[in-house]
Structures are given as structure tokens and as C-alpha cells.
């Protein structure tokens, strides 16, 4: 079946301007999470969904960052005038409600902020 | 709050064993996982300790002692695709529903 898909790939934006990236979960997960992954660094948790509940939020750097989703689809991450030190692979993962130390991670996007 | 610990390298021969540790300070979490990461890859999911104790994957092992407060990953019959990024995780108490992630240590497999 499909895995996680993640787009777009790459991004470059100026300094000051907004991006939206957007994440497609494996069917049938219900739970979504962004994390944010820094060159030669590990995952930085930001934001997880689970069905129709309250996200986490407690992950996000600040609040300049947002994130919703779909009922138990789609996923946008939403990073409002952009810096330089947003530049990060920014990672989407999903996993079923009962194993959630078993992410399945999307390809990322790749987001250069000039 | 939690914080991981994680050699930053380690090198290795084909055909060797080598073991990746992971040393932990967190107020409580429910178990350790462990991910392999290939440059410009996606994270993959290999392992998890719910439990204390050993618990085996094909050539990968993993292993978790709360008691010692310490865990590793265990790679054996070295190839050289398995030179990747290794991550350990731990699932926080109160948070069962993300991952904390270790920084990484970065395996190169040698000829």
C-alpha cells in the first residue's frame, strides 16, 4: 500500500513569507505527527494528531507555527513569515492508535528560508 | 523532561558487530525505540522495548534495562548498507502519543 507522502520536496522562500507544507498519512492511521529535523540533528517533535481529539501542540516553536488536519487524513503545517533559522527537513509520520512508537515517516520537505 | 544520550560515531568492519547505546535521564516513559535513518532518507522504525530484556529482529537486536536507565542496539553481520543515522527514542508518560528523539549516532561500515 502507499506510505506516507509528503509535498512539496523542496521549498525555497524568502525571508518574511509564508509556507504551507502538506503531509498524506497511510490510510487507516490515526495518528499524525510533524516533527522538524535540523542538518546532522535528530527529530524535533512539534505537533500530533489523534482522530478528533485536542492535537498536542506543546512541540511548536512558536506561534508563528500551526498545523490542522482533516479528520483522519490530510495534515497541513502552516509557518507563518519565515526566518532563516526555520531552514529543516520538515518531516510528517503516522502510526496506528495502538503503536505509536512505530511512526512510518514520509519523505519530508526540504525547506530553505533565503 | 527527557534527555537521550547517543555516541555521535561509530565505525565498524563488514561482517563485524557492533553496538550502539543509548543512556537516558526521563521522569518516566513507556518504552525505547530505535530508527535507522539513510542520508537524505526518511526515519524507518526497527525496534521496540516495551519491556526489559532482549528483543531480537533478524541481524538486529535491541535491548533495554530501566534499572541501568540504558538501552542499545545491536547490529550484527555488518553490511555496508547498513552505514546510516541510528536514532533511539523514548515514549514520555503523559505523552503517549509522540517520540523523543536521541541525536543520532552516525554508523560507517567499512570494507
Known amino acids: 500500500g502507499a506510505g506516507v507522502s509528503q509535498s512539496p520536496s523542496n521549498k525555497v522562500t524568502e525571508k518574511g513569507k509564508d509556507v504551507e507544507l502538506r503531509c498524506d498519512p497511510i490510510?487507516?492511521?490515526?495518528?499524525l505527527y510533524w516533527y522538524r529535523q535540523r542538518l546532522g540533528q535528530g527529530l524535533e517533535f512539534l505537533i500530533y494528531?489523534?482522530?478528533?481529539?485536542?492535537?498536542?501542540k506543546s512541540g511548536l516553536p512558536s506561534d508563528r507555527f500551526s498545523a490542522e488536519r482533516t479528520g483522519e487524513s490530510v495534515s497541513t503545517l502552516t509557518i507563518q513569515r519565515t526566518q532563516q533559522e526555520d531552514s529543516a527537513v520538515y518531516l510528517c509520520a503516522s502510526s496506528a492508535r495502538r503503536r505509536p512508537y512505530e511512526q512510518y515517516f514520509g519523505p519530508g520537505t526540504r525547506l530553505t528560508v533565503t | 523532561g527527557q534527555s537521550l544520550e547517543q555516541p555521535s560515531e561509530v565505525t565498524a568492519v563488514e561482517g563485524a558487530i557492533v553496538q550502539i547505546n543509548c543512556t537516558y535521564q526521563t521522569s518516566g516513559f513507556y518504552g525505547l525505540s530505535w530508527y535507522q535513518q539513510h542520508d537524505g532518507g526518511a526515519p524507518t522504525f526497527l525496534s521496540y522495548n516495551g519491556l526489559d530484556g532482549l528483543e531480537e529482529t533478524g541481524r538486529f537486536s535491541s535491548f533495554l534495562s530501566r534499572s541501568d536507565s540504558y538501552g542499545y542496539l545491536l547490529l550484527q553481520e555488518l553490511q555496508m548498507k547498513d552505514s546510516a543515522s541510528y536514532f533511539c527514542?523514548?515514549?514520555?508518560?503523559?505523552?503517549?502519543?509522540?517520540?523523543?528523539f536521541g541525536a543520532g549516532t552516525r554508523l560507517a561500515v567499512h570494507p
Open positions: 494528531f489523534q482522530g478528533n481529539s485536542a492535537p498536542d
Open positions: 490510510s487507516g492511521h490515526t495518528a
Open positions: 527514542a523514548v515514549t514520555p508518560q503523559g505523552g503517549y502519543n509522540k517520540l523523543i
